[in-house]
């Protein structure tokens, strides 16, 4: 019996390396051979898609939040979602995250990226979908599907123009 994964904004691994990475990058101008080594055999884009999960799962959670699909639990997902984007933790949070989806761009180019985040979102299909072992949000309406799309439009466009992520 599998265990459902726990959506969380605390600081997981990929903001730890993502961060050093951001930091070889913008700090120390190396190039991306040389940012973090990576095991034998794994290339950067392969690593990069895997670091890149997490933060797109957390990044569609707010943005569910946003369009008001978390009714259920309230202030409290409200709460999160404000301080994860708030500018007092975006050094620690929300930052280290977009870097991690700036070096998955990087590495793979924009269709990995912009398919990853069509099938968290899952907006093809009009109905968005929650980050795995979440509990399901309300049925979106056109007003909410709409704020989703935003999000995400603006996400992509953040990502791949914007240096500095906070």
Not at 15 to 32: E, F, I, S
Request: overall charge positive; hydrophobic content about 50%; aromatic content about 4%.
């Amino acid at each position: 019996l599998a265990r459902p994964r726990v959506l969380s904004y605390h600081l997981p691994l990929h903001r730890l390396v993502a961060a050093l990475a951001a930091h070889g990058a913008g700090r120390l101008a190396l190039p991306p051979s040389e940012l973090l080594p990576l095991p034998e055999g794994v290339p950067a884009r392969v690593f990069w898609a895997t670091a890149a999960v997490r933060p797109l799962q957390l990044l569609a959670a707010v943005s569910q939040t946003r369009a008001g699909l978390w009714v259920r639990n309230g202030v409290t997902a409200h709460k999160q979602a404000s301080l994860y984007g708030s500018t007092f933790f975006c050094e620690s949070l929300k930052g280290p995250d977009l870097a991690a989806l700036q070096l998955l761009l990087s590495a793979s180019g924009p269709a990995a990226l912009a398919g990853m985040a069509l099938a968290l979102w899952d907006l093809p299909g009009v109905v968005p979908r929650v980050a795995p072992g979440c509990e399901a949000p309300i049925a979106a309406d056109a007003q909410s599907h709409a704020a989703l799309l935003e999000d995400l439009l603006a996400l992509l466009v953040h990502v791949a123009t914007d240096r500095t992520l906070c």
